[in-house]
């Protein structure tokens, strides 16, 4: 089975400060997607960063990177230069035919 | 770019009722639709996976009598509550993959389910 742990529940940073969001997950397969989700108070799912298993070279989306280590099954997302509309809850999902998704972290930009 | 479409996006019935929820992909085929549910605070549980033309796969504890889903068209998958209860009270949103495997996965917009 697989399972995505996200252990920060809240998190909160001032604007313009870099934050790391963690994520540890466990499966047996050996080729599958990761992925980082956004869900602000509308509720819409929003991707902001993919990852393939089998790329080896981290992810990057402006400002967001991720730190992908295959091999300890860790995919922790940074958010660089951090702006009000980051403020979202923020989900942690990997799967090969389908997601399982982390308990996800709730992080606050403060002006 | 690719969307999904997902009505209503909210609903409120009584106790006992039937709703209905669809789940449209409006410029690609989806041959498969992923149904989750959320509830408050917490983080989306896959409930089943529709497939075009065949049953869906119900994950483990979800009641396939309850919640029915059918896969009408490469375009359309419906969820529907039946017998509905205020513990079905919940989020729950619809993805699709626009192509095999799960690299460009789409979300509906979700739909505010509240039983009386």
Redesign the interface.
């Known amino acids: 089975a697989q399972t995505v742990t996200q252990s920060q529940p809240e998190m909160s940073v001032q604007e313009a400060e870099t934050v790391t969001l963690s994520c540890t997950y466990d499966t047996s397969e050996n080729n599958y997607?990761l992925?980082w989700y956004k869900q602000p108070p509308?509720?819409?799912?929003i991707?902001v960063i993919?990852q393939?298993a089998y790329k080896q070279q981290n992810a990057t989306e402006n400002r967001f990177s991720v730190n992908f280590q295959k091999a300890a099954k860790s995919f922790s997302l940074k958010i660089s230069d951090s702006q009000l509309g980051d403020t979202a809850m923020y989900?942690c999902?990997m799967?090969?035919?389908?997601?399982?998704?982390?308990?996800?972290t709730r992080l606050t930009i403060n002006p | 770019g690719a969307v999904v479409s997902q009505h209503p996006s909210r609903v409120i019935c009584k106790s006992g009722t039937s709703v209905k929820i669809e789940c449209r992909s409006l410029d690609f085929q989806a041959t498969t639709m992923?149904w989750y549910r959320?509830f408050p605070k917490?983080?989306?549980?896959?409930m089943a996976?529709s497939n075009e033309g065949s049953k869906a796969t119900y994950e483990q504890g979800v009641e396939k009598d309850k919640f029915l889903i059918n896969h009408a068209s490469l375009t359309l998958s419906t969820l529907t509550v039946t017998s509905a209860h205020p513990e079905d009270s919940s989020?729950y949103?619809c993805?699709a993959p626009r192509d095999r495997?799960?690299?460009k996965?789409f979300?509906g917009?979700?739909t505010q389910l509240s039983v009386l």
């Open positions: 997607y992925f509308s509720r819409q799912m991707l993919r393939e989900f999902t799967g090969a035919q389908k997601l399982v998704f982390g308990q996800g | 992923f959320q917490q983080s989306l549980m896959l996976t989020f949103i993805s495997g799960l690299e996965l979300f917009s979700g």
